[in-house]
């Protein structure tokens, strides 16, 4: 498996204004989406018990990880037919793809993130009353911990335990097989669904 050491990008605009805010600090979601986490949980913590916190932080956590898993799959993953189809995916995950070493793309920018966040704490609202603010507490972490991990697994060295097992996992994904692998912050619906790469199952097997 070949990996490139040389952080590459690319410009996507001809405006300044939506090159610049197309690029991000990786560290930006750690700066504001984990205070809102807290602030969401300790919302959560005045109406109901400790352990009712918890366990929707937790069931959070997993909406979040089945949908990474979903979106990344079904919609990271699409291949449209038309040319303005392949420009809009070419934007949203492609450039990923061709350029998975460029470490200013490497988390979903604002201007994105911000708006889907708004959308989900209503959607949540909506669907789970009271319960609302622990689970989508649970969902932000489970974002901020997608995003770390990924910028992680292409720019950092984890070379023991679980950190080398998720990175070798998600570089499988971007220099072995696309089709398989789709879980980033972690494996369990790749299980599920089907979608480990074979040489993970024959590796678990020879054990």
Not at 153 to 173: P, Q, S
Request: net charge neutral; aromatic share 20%; proline share 5%.
């Amino acid at each position: 498996m070949f990996v490139s050491n040389k952080d590459e990008t690319i410009r996507l605009f001809e405006n300044p204004i939506l090159e610049y805010f197309s690029h991000i600090h990786p560290a930006t979601p750690l700066f504001i989406f984990l205070p809102a986490c807290g602030v969401m949980y300790y919302f959560g913590l005045q109406q109901l018990s400790v352990l009712t916190t918890i366990v929707t932080f937790v069931v959070g956590i997993l909406f979040w990880t089945l949908f990474e898993y979903v979106f990344h799959r079904f919609a990271f993953h699409y291949h449209p037919k038309s040319e303005t189809g392949k420009k809009i995916h070419f934007l949203v995950h492609g450039i990923h793809h061709d350029y998975p070493r460029d470490s200013t793309r490497l988390v979903m920018p604002l201007l994105v993130s911000l708006p889907l966040a708004v959308i989900f704490y209503f959607l949540f609202q909506w669907l789970f009353g009271v319960y609302h603010f622990n689970i989508f507490a649970g969902f932000i972490f489970g974002y901020v911990a997608y995003d770390s991990i990924h910028y992680a697994t292409h720019h950092m060295k984890m070379n023991n335990g679980i950190g080398k097992f998720l990175k070798e996992y998600h570089l499988r994904h971007h220099y072995n097989d696309d089709n398989t692998a789709y879980g980033v912050s972690n494996p369990l619906w790749d299980y599920i669904f089907r979608t480990v790469p074979p040489h993970i199952k024959d590796e678990k097997n020879n054990e």
